[in-house]
């Protein structure tokens, strides 16, 4: 039976540096704006946790809600007026957006030293060069990162396979492997043999959308599984009548992994930790301090 990967703790490791840090920090108060437009509930939740957990480490929060009907320009206009602010050193959008709006239009628009997503052209432009450094590493992949090594993973030389391509986890994690010089594949709803080409991994990322996708024949017995997916499924004997499962089939899977991630409590706790830790960083380079252990997870 394969061990836990015990996001939760993890993420309060993290969150406790991000405190001291704050502490620390004497010149400036690290600030962090989230831009939410619409009334959509889930989105909701996500700001509503992210100033929570702000408040809890002592990052100040800003919140911007516009209506489900606020222009293009009116959106813009909101990031630019943030990124103008000094008070404000990390700015979020909340993502998606409404169909009506240009989301790249509107993520052009904060200020690169404030991009603590990390989804700005050019940071992840730099976190693909070797020899360059982002300002800041999109927070899911660095969170995935920080996972394996708090569980003593051998990263070098290991060979790793990332199920998935999107901008937000799998290409950003792939980079993120490759300068841990890990041998990296990745695959694709157009990989062909996909199941073989899952099963060579040593270490596995599955961000794929799909909900227990990968199953235990798919898995290389020792395999270290990371489960980025969060899908919520029918389940009649649940009080709410669904429960949530990952992109792996844990029930499957954990029998022959080595460690595991579950789901709910693996990567998803790391994701608001790394946005707090990359508010801190931002904090950091205004007050032109030396960067903080977020880019940690880049080689130097």
Same mark, same amino acid.
């Given at each position: 039976m394969a061990r836990l990967i015990d996001g939760t703790m993890i993420a309060q490791k993290v969150r406790a540096e991000v405190a001291q840090g704050v502490l620390k920090l004497s010149e400036v108060k690290p600030g962090l704006a989230t831009v939410l437009v619409g009334d959509d509930p889930a989105s909701q939740a996500y700001v509503s946790s992210k100033q929570k957990a702000c408040a809890q480490v002592g990052i100040t929060s800003f919140g911007r809600h516009l209506s489900a009907t606020a222009s293009q320009a009116e959106v813009e206009a909101a990031v630019r007026e943030l990124g103008q602010d000094p008070a404000v050193h990390g700015i979020l959008v909340q993502l998606p957006l409404p169909a009506h709006l240009n989301e790249e239009a509107v993520l052009s628009c904060v200020p690169l030293e404030k991009d603590v997503d990390g989804f700005h052209p050019i940071n992840l432009g730099r976190l693909a060069m070797k020899g360059r450094e982002p300002l800041f590493v999109p927070c899911t992949p660095a969170g995935c990162i920080r996972l394996l090594q708090e569980t003593g993973v051998q990263l070098a030389g290991a060979e790793a396979v990332v199920v998935g391509r999107s901008n937000i986890v799998g290409m950003p994690a792939a980079l993120l492997l490759v300068r841990q010089d890990a041998t990296v594949t990745i695959v694709h709803s157009r990989t062909r043999s996909m199941a073989e080409a899952i099963r060579r991994a040593d270490v596995l990322v599955v961000a794929i959308g799909k909900p227990r996708f990968v199953t235990r024949e798919m898995v290389k017995p020792?395999?270290? $599984? %990371?489960? +980025?997916?969060?899908? /919520? %499924?029918? *389940? &009649? #004997? #649940?009080? /709410? !009548? #669904? /429960?949530? +499962? !990952?992109? +792996? *089939?844990?029930?499957? $899977? #954990?029998? +022959?992994?080595?460690? %595991?991630?579950? $789901? &709910? !409590?693996?990567?998803? &706790?790391m994701t608001i930790a790394m946005l707090l830790q990359n508010t801190l960083t931002a904090a950091r380079h205004a007050v032109t301090l030396a960067p903080s252990s977020t880019t940690s997870v880049v080689d130097k």
């Open positions: 020792g395999a270290v $599984v %990371i489960d +980025v997916g969060i899908n /919520r %499924i029918s *389940d &009649p #004997s #649940s009080p /709410r !009548g #669904s /429960r949530l +499962v !990952g992109d +792996v *089939d844990f029930e499957g $899977v #954990s029998q +022959v992994a080595e460690a %595991i991630t579950p $789901v &709910p !409590g693996g990567v998803g &706790p």
